[in-house]
């Protein structure tokens, strides 16, 4: 199922969410970037520098990525554009560095999971 990212009406880019884990809350997936990715690529690859896939951490540049992460008011949407409540929305964009990106996000709303699992018993 389609799912978009919005940043104040604009499309940020979208994934299937194709990875769920129900008992967490916790969906990711591949990431396919909008034309408003642009907007807000500055703040996640400020999160790629904060953590490096060596596994080092500068904690300065974390904190900057979590202040301005929060206050962008990203929003979820499923494939009919109904919203899906959501306390974390992150995109992990490790492109510069050759790999995809990919889109992470917590959504404690239990009618999106029990909708999640009617589509997969179906399916």
Do not use: C, N
């Amino acid at each position: 199922m389609r799912h978009t990212v919005k940043l104040h009406g604009v499309i940020v880019g979208h994934s299937e969410l194709e990875h769920i884990e129900p008992g967490t809350g916790r969906a990711s997936g591949a990431f396919r970037p909008g034309l408003g990715y642009e907007l807000v690529q500055p703040i996640f690859r400020l999160y790629a520098q904060a953590v490096s896939r060596d596994g080092s951490v500068d904690q300065e540049k974390l904190a900057r990525y979590y202040k301005a992460r929060d206050a962008l008011a990203l929003e979820l949407q499923d494939a009919h554009g109904a919203p899906i409540r959501t306390s974390t929305i992150h995109i992990a964009d490790y492109s510069v560095e050759g790999e995809s990106i990919e889109l992470d996000v917590l959504i404690p709303d239990e009618s999106y999971w029990e909708k999640r699992a009617g589509k997969s018993q179906s399916a």
